[in-house]
């Protein structure tokens, strides 16, 4: 199976801390994504980061890519009550077969 | 526009009824996608449409019948459903090859099959 584990399951912060969410995936890929869900309800595309590049950054947010050792991290800065979500990693091979990961859910307290 | 729309957001039907799901989006993307959400779970892949064409078919029952009428609108017409078929159901759009904006994911509908 293509889809990537993360972990950890679940993390529970303090806002203002940051958080570091790690995926790791089985086969070779053309790009990696991650995506926030709040609470059941449609997932947020947060940023993509294709199989040659090794770090991404866009505003708080963090992601690198290790394409050695199949794995990604997600790090957010200065975490917010807000970001309080289900974080998902997701890879394809074409970019129309997204596979999502586990989900590690992240809970921020004020 | 930049939303994908999903109607109804919630829908309770029984085992012998009729539905659809519906799914609309302006962004001109040419690929839509259905996936399927349980508890606590990822979603998983049902079906890819690129160009208004069936290009992944995930090993989805036939009683789940996906179709799209134009380049803009996505159903999943849902027959004889069996409780375990009970989820939230995803739609999502993008462009059809890769590009920096992924997918747009609509708000889903929570479907109960009683």
């Known amino acids: 199976s293509q889809q990537g584990e993360e972990d950890p399951q679940a993390l529970s912060i303090q806002e203002g801390e940051n958080a570091t969410m790690n995926c790791s995936y089985k086969?070779?890929?053309?790009?990696l994504q991650w995506y926030r869900q709040n609470s059941g309800r449609g997932l947020v595309h947060l940023i993509l980061?294709?199989?040659?590049?090794r770090e991404k950054h866009s505003g708080r947010l963090r992601v690198t890519l290790d394409t050695s050792k199949k794995s990604s991290s997600l790090l957010i800065t200065a975490s917010r009550a807000a970001d309080t979500a289900s974080y998902f990693c997701?890879?394809?091979?074409?970019?129309?077969?997204?596979?999502f990961g586990t989900g590690t859910r992240l809970l921020v307290s004020p | 526009d930049t939303e994908v729309t999903q109607t109804p957001k919630h829908l309770v039907m029984g085992m012998t009824n009729k539905k659809s799901l519906k799914c609309e989006q302006h962004?001109?993307?040419?690929?839509m996608y259905w996936y399927k959400q349980k508890a606590k779970k990822p979603p998983e892949l049902m079906f890819v449409?690129?160009?208004?064409?069936?290009?992944i078919n995930e090993s989805v029952p036939s009683r789940f019948s996906p179709e799209c009428p134009n380049s803009s609108l996505l159903n999943l017409h849902l027959h004889a459903l069996q409780p375990e078929d009970s989820a939230l159901y995803l739609c999502?759009?993008?462009?059809?090859?890769?590009?920096?904006?992924?997918?747009?994911f609509g708000s889903g509908t929570r479907l109960t099959v009683v």
């Open positions: 997701a890879t394809s091979r074409g970019f129309q077969k997204l596979v």
């Open positions: 086969t070779s890929i053309n790009n």
């Open positions: 980061i294709r199989s040659n590049e």
């Open positions: 962004m001109g993307h040419r690929a």
């Open positions: 449409y690129s160009y208004e064409k069936l290009s």
């Open positions: 999502a759009s993008s462009q059809v090859v890769d590009r920096v904006g992924g997918y747009t």
